[in-house]
């Protein structure tokens, strides 16, 4: 028997049951293929407002990160003032500033002025600033501070199940309070932006506006 053959007889039984566990493991844990299947993007025209906006990216909003390949964001649903629940798919056709705030949270109370100047100039059938509060207890806290500060202009949106920042979580897209996104007319998330933002100053109102512009 030659001795490539003698050492293969000795290491197979040791190999076996490694290459086994492998396998197994593959199987069970593996990302499986999917041929075919392709992750939704986005069309030519949102790739384009990313390229826009991200030069945009400084002064006072120089923690907004823009995604070159946008992708349809989440289909968040929250209750609107009237208790009826919505979802991101009802504002398709408006860009949107989507901001996730809670009352506990000092950043979102200091930056919540600034988002109800900015809805009060930009705001309209183009573009609308959707604040979502996420306080899951003491529910009147949340109009009873935005009465207090003299908010007029925005919807007053709530999540008290907090689901909406969850799946934001989950999807890497919050990290904590407040998180800003930035969403085109047709539905695509083009940036975040993770903590407070000045949103009515110009570097804030320049990004809006090429992102109405798309």
């Known amino acids: 028997m030659s001795v490539k053959k003698s050492m293969l007889r000795r290491t197979l039984p040791v190999l076996a049951p490694v290459l086994l566990g492998a396998v197994v493991w593959g199987v069970l844990y593996g990302k499986p293929s999917a ?32 995604d070159a390949k946008p992708r349809p964001a989440l289909d968040l649903a929250f209750n609107a003032p009237d208790g009826k629940k919505v979802t991101l798919a009802d504002f398709k056709g408006r860009a949107l500033l989507l901001n996730l705030w809670a009352t506990w949270c000092v950043p979102c109370r200091a930056e919540m002025p600034a988002l109800d100047r900015l809805q009060a100039k930009d705001g309209g059938a183009d573009f609308e600033v959707v604040a979502i509060n996420v306080d899951t207890a003491r529910l009147e806290r949340a109009p009873a501070f935005l009465n207090e500060i003299g908010v007029k202009n925005l919807t ?11 799946a934001l979580r989950l999807a890497g897209k919050a990290l904590g309070l407040p ?13 975040v932006v ?21």
């Open 35 to 66: 041929p075919g299947k392709v992750e939704a993007e986005c069309s030519a025209a949102s790739k384009a407002v990313a390229a826009k906006l991200a030069p945009l990216a400084k002064g006072e909003i120089a923690a907004l990160a823009v």
């Open 194 to 214: 993770a903590g407070p933002a000045n949103w009515d100053a110009p570097d804030a109102v320049a990004a809006v506006g090429a992102l109405k512009g798309g």
């Open 156 to 166: 007053r949106y709530a999540d008290p199940s907090a689901d909406a920042f969850e």
């Open 179 to 191: 998180t800003s996104l930035l969403i085109d007319k047709d539905g695509c998330e083009i940036g």
